[in-house]
């Protein structure tokens, strides 16, 4: 029983004078209690035992009429109130969101769980590492009827990486919902389990806008049970090409359906897909100062492309790091670069688009457990790698423009989380500092080598 659920049956109990039960031991038969500490009965009331001694034939006294004991206001004034508490979730996500060991909703999630628990259709801008996974996956939780073994929420991400998470995502959310299953679909992954997972029935499919098309165009995956469908990273997937698979899953949907849309931006594409296919939505814009996360420190340090692993091995040695992101332009300079920091005893991999897909998710799982520290991928091999413990992001090469170098050191200081954040830079390639600078609208310090 919760506190508020003992204050409010202590509260009933007084709220009538003439209700007061009057308690008293019996006089015939000795009453042994047994305790060190005063404990607190079940109407919120302290009673105070004492230790073995018989309690003999002692008159009817009343019991007090108290509000709030004293131990109890005590507990509260320890443990405040949970945040989330206020949104109107059910009690099964709330018991998930207090085992994960949130407390307070970010600001995208207070802001976004109440109109979608209202039915409401949401254009939402933030940035990466918001929170907004929340915001969506535990108001399209609360609406789903799990006696009904069929799709009712659609996740569209743009990459498999992502796909996964935010499937881990609504499980962990959805961990106290009996029954509930979620499945993650996407390209590169064999075709046979996705059909025996769809034919047993699930409840939410996150998946990437081609192999979703794909899935429907066999029927494989059906759309007449959906209630809720989320377009996430929806900038990103216009980036990558989607915006055809994207528009024919739109149109298939149910007359009566519930679309949330989140973007980092908001260009005029965006504004196109909302306009056409949402009903009234409340736009929430969650508004930065800076294009990146404040908690992630950036800093560049002048080196010659011949002297960059040398550099990279003395900084990994300088700075306390925990788990590391290095980002290289091309596929062919990641092994290589795995291998250099392999020879000096780091835990390392190598992630590019060359690497089959289960092993892929095992890279980063094993970088998710610390079996491996160090990753050193590709800009699309990382799209969406959303890892708590990466404190350090590198770019070994430079970004080939300012949406690649924003993307890149979003893997870092997430959720409020500190991070770092380092850039090689040529000795003949400083300018372009500034249009780094002018993206993140931040200043990107001068760093010595160590």
């Known amino acids: 029983m919760s506190f508020t659920d003992l204050n409010s049956e202590t509260n009933d109990e007084v709220s009538s004078e003439s209700s007061h039960n009057e308690v008293a031991a019996s006089a015939e038969t000795p009453v042994v209690v047994i305790a060190e500490t005063p404990v607190i009965a079940a109407v919120g009331t302290p009673v105070v035992a004492i230790v073995e001694t018989p309690i003999v034939a002692i008159e009817k006294t009343p019991m007090a009429a108290v509000s709030e004991t004293p131990a109890i206001a005590a507990v509260k004034a320890v443990v405040p109130e949970n945040g989330f508490s206020k949104l109107g979730l059910i009690a099964p996500l709330m018991k998930a969101i207090e085992d994960s060991g949130y407390t307070t909703p970010t600001p995208i999630q207070e802001q976004t769980i109440l109109h979608l628990l209202e039915g409401r259709d949401v254009l939402g801008q933030a940035q990466t590492g918001s929170g907004k996974t929340g915001a969506f996956a535990l108001p399209m939780l609360q609406r789903i009827d799990v006696s009904v073994r069929r799709p009712q929420v659609l996740v569209l991400v743009p990459t498999r990486e992502l796909a996964i998470q935010v499937a881990a995502a609504f499980e962990r959310y959805a961990a106290a919902m009996k029954g509930l299953n979620v499945l993650a679909i996407y390209g590169g992954a064999a075709y046979q389990p996705q059909f025996a997972q769809l034919k047993r029935g699930v409840h939410v499919v996150v998946g990437t806008p081609g192999r979703v098309m794909d899935h429907m165009n066999r029927g494989s995956l059906q759309l007449d049970a959906l209630k809720g469908l989320v377009l996430d990273e929806a900038d990103e997937m216009l980036n990558m090409g989607f915006a055809e698979s994207v528009e024919w899953v739109l149109t298939q949907l149910p007359a009566e359906r519930q679309i949330a849309l989140f973007s980092a931006t908001i260009p005029p594409a965006i504004r196109s897909i909302a306009q056409k296919h949402q009903n009234n939505p409340a736009e929430i814009t969650i508004r930065n100062k800076t294009a990146t996360a404040d908690t992630i420190r950036q800093r560049f340090v002048v080196v010659g492309n011949h002297q960059k692993?040398?550099?990279?091995?003395?900084?990994?040695?300088?700075?306390?790091?925990?788990?590391?992101?290095?980002?290289?332009?091309?596929?062919?300079?990641?092994?290589?670069?795995?291998?250099?920091?392999?020879?000096?005893?780091?835990?390392?991999?190598?992630?590019?688009?060359?690497?089959?897909?289960?092993?892929?998710?095992?890279?980063?799982?094993?970088?998710?457990?610390?079996?491996?520290?160090?990753?050193?991928?590709?800009?699309?091999?990382?799209?969406?790698?959303?890892?708590?413990?990466?404190?350090?992001?590198?770019?070994?090469?430079?970004?080939?423009?300012?949406?690649?170098?924003?993307?890149?050191?979003?893997?870092?200081?997430?959720?409020?989380?500190?991070?770092?954040?380092?850039?090689?830079?040529?000795?003949?390639?400083?300018?372009?500092?500034?249009?780094?600078?002018?993206?993140?609208?931040?200043?990107?310090?001068?760093?010595?080598?160590?």
Do not use: W
């Open 309 to 450: 692993e040398a550099a990279l091995g003395r900084i990994l040695e300088a700075e306390t790091i925990d788990g590391v992101i290095i980002f290289t332009k091309m596929k062919c300079t990641s092994e290589p670069l795995a291998d250099f920091l392999s020879r000096r005893g780091y835990k390392v991999a190598a992630l590019n688009g060359d690497i089959a897909q289960p092993q892929r998710e095992r890279i980063i799982e094993q970088l998710k457990s610390g079996k491996l520290d160090i990753i050193v991928a590709t800009d699309v091999a990382a799209r969406g790698l959303d890892v708590q413990r990466i404190s350090h992001v590198i770019n070994y090469d430079f970004p080939g423009d300012n949406e690649s170098y924003v993307h890149r050191i979003g893997r870092t200081g997430r959720a409020g989380r500190s991070g770092e954040a380092i850039l090689f830079v040529h000795p003949k390639a400083q300018r372009g500092l500034k249009s780094l600078e002018y993206a993140t609208r931040q200043k990107i310090e001068p760093m010595e080598l160590p």
